[in-house]
């Protein structure tokens, strides 16, 4: 019972590469989510998806781009990767969302990148 | 911008102790939810508490909830080393996604 598969775990980008994160899910949930994690800035919300083939912009979206072609897949790009993107990326998922819904989401591992 | 705000931002106490965290919040909610995470892992949800309840257990875990100082607090009893960990307050945002605040970072010693 995987849950919520975060790939790679760790890397390392130039200035101006590119690189796509993926992240994937086995609980048939239809929300999935990409945060990003700095000291001392808690989470925040980069892109959201509320199924398959949607995704929305959140609170920090500039710079990024995703994809949500299968249910299970979220994938997260940078286009022309910036040193500000160095960070720690976590993907979640959640089973309901909305109006009076719980939303208690699964994160994943979360995947730690370096942009030098 | 973040909608919670946990308080303190650290907290060090020994084994056998209680824990209390704090979260405030700006807007009217429909439920919030607390979040553990420890180092170098994923976030892990903890409990949630609907707008219209004023307090919740699980285990050694107590939630309350008063939505007209629109504040939560987090009690951990008994706290173990294990509990370790930052724990985040996560509220609605946007239609479909949480808010959540910077966390509080709970050391446990033996």
């Known amino acids: 019972n995987a849950g919520v598969t975060q790939t790679p775990k760790f890397r390392v980008l130039k200035t101006g590469q590119s690189m796509t994160l993926l992240c994937a899910q086995d609980m048939n949930h239809e929300y999935m989510y990409w945060y990003r994690q700095d000291p001392g800035m808690g989470l925040r919300l980069i892109h959201y998806?509320?199924?398959?083939?949607?995704?929305a912009k959140g609170e920090v979206p500039d710079g990024y781009n995703v994809s949500r072609l299968k249910k299970q897949n979220f994938l997260l790009g940078l286009e022309s990767a910036a040193p500000s993107q160095t960070s720690v990326y976590f993907c979640a998922s959640s089973y309901s969302a909305g109006f009076s819904a719980k939303n208690i989401q699964y994160f994943g591992a979360g995947t730690r990148l370096s942009v030098l | 911008s973040q909608q919670g705000e946990e308080d303190p931002q650290a907290l060090s106490i020994q084994e056998g102790e209680n824990a209390t965290m704090n979260c405030s919040y700006k807007t009217s909610i429909n439920n919030l939810q607390w979040y553990r995470q420890n180092s170098g892992r994923g976030l892990v949800h903890l409990i949630l508490?609907?707008?219209?309840?004023r307090e919740k257990h699980s285990g050694r875990l107590r939630v309350t909830l008063d939505t007209s100082k629109k504040s939560s607090s987090l009690l951990i009893t008994a706290s173990r080393a294990a509990d370790t960990a930052s724990y985040f307050c996560?509220?609605?945002?946007?239609?479909?996604?949480?808010?959540f605040g910077k966390g509080t970072s709970l050391l446990v010693t033996p």
């Open positions: 508490i609907r707008s219209n309840e």
């Open positions: 996560a509220t609605d945002f946007y239609r479909y996604a949480l808010n």
């Open positions: 998806s509320v199924g398959e083939g949607t995704t």
